[in-house]
């Protein structure tokens, strides 16, 4: 099983044990922390991440290439390099190490142009939204900035009895008061997200 696969197999399963208690509507959930941002984030590159490659003095082996779904990149005189998970910088310091075996000092500049990002950190939002989706995080991101992206909720989300799954912390689970944000215009409902959280959002009864 892959990497990815297996990542997607423990998530859904911590969905699962999310929706046991009652059925996925947040009651008896702490509401979520208003502030979660992470001043020392770095993004890290992801499958599906396009990456531009600049060698100084060196154009035929400058290009942008996409990062493959086994987060390898191939570049001129370089084959099957490691980029998932890494920094740009770190990134580009290991392409001209590869690269000094061919040129004298190579100088290397990495830029993601394209951004997924690793499956571990991308936003999850699945139920009742408008469209359902994978996002990838964005330093500062809040709730607000993910419902503008999946288009809202239905007219059949239980907004205010949705779920926020934080992976990052174990998969512990908040209320968080989405129709106050999204129908209400309430800001006092709007919170930081964190890199991998699961938003899950119910169908209401009524």
Not at 16 to 24: D, H, T, V, Y
Request: aromatic content about 6%.
């Amino acid at each position: 099983m892959s990497v990815a696969a297996q990542f997607r197999h423990h998530m859904f399963a911590r969905l699962g044990a999310a929706c046991l208690p009652g059925c996925g509507t947040g009651i008896g959930y702490p509401p979520a922390p208003t502030s979660a941002a992470t001043p020392d984030y770095r993004y890290v590159i992801g499958p599906g991440d396009q990456v531009s490659i600049i060698v100084w003095r060196n154009p035929e082996l400058s290009l942008a290439v996409p990062v493959r779904p086994d987060g390898l990149i191939t570049t001129p005189l370089v084959e099957d390099l490691p980029a998932a998970g890494k920094d740009p910088t770190t990134l580009a310091r290991d392409i001209e190490k590869a690269l000094s075996k061919y040129i004298r000092d190579p100088v290397v500049t990495v830029i993601v142009t394209n951004f997924v990002g690793p499956y571990s950190e991308q936003i999850r939002v699945i139920g009742e939204a408008g469209k359902p989706q994978t996002l990838p995080y964005r330093q500062n991101m809040t709730l607000l900035d993910v419902m503008i992206a999946v288009g809202g909720l239905t007219d059949f989300a239980d907004g205010n009895a949705s779920v926020l799954l934080r992976t990052s912390e174990g998969g512990k689970q908040y209320t968080v008061r989405l129709k106050d944000l999204v129908k209400r215009g309430d800001v006092t409902a709007n919170v930081d997200v964190k890199p991998g959280d699961v938003l899950i959002i119910p169908q209401s009864w009524f």
